[in-house]
């Protein structure tokens, strides 16, 4: 079974499998920059901030 596929934000390799925590992106770092592009671009990807307690944050998943 091969369940690679391209990452949605730098098109790297990546697996759907349930290895890849980050799925279906490659990596922690491509998450949080897909999150960041729906939440506020203004956000950093290396400064992103806990949602726990932002409470002005709606957070919809
Ligand atoms: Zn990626």
């Known amino acids: ?3 690679t596929i391209s990452c949605p934000i730098c098109r790297s390799a990546t697996t759907l499998d349930d290895s890849n ?3 279906p992106f490659c990596s922690d770092r491509c998450r949080l920059v897909d999150l960041g592009k729906w939440v506020d671009e203004k956000y950093s990807i290396t400064n ?3 949602m ?3 409470k002005n944050y709606s957070y919809v998943h």
């Open 1 to 3: 079974m091969n369940n």
């Open 52 to 54: 726990n307690e932002d």
């Open 48 to 50: 992103f901030p806990e």
């Open 21 to 23: 925590l980050f799925r």
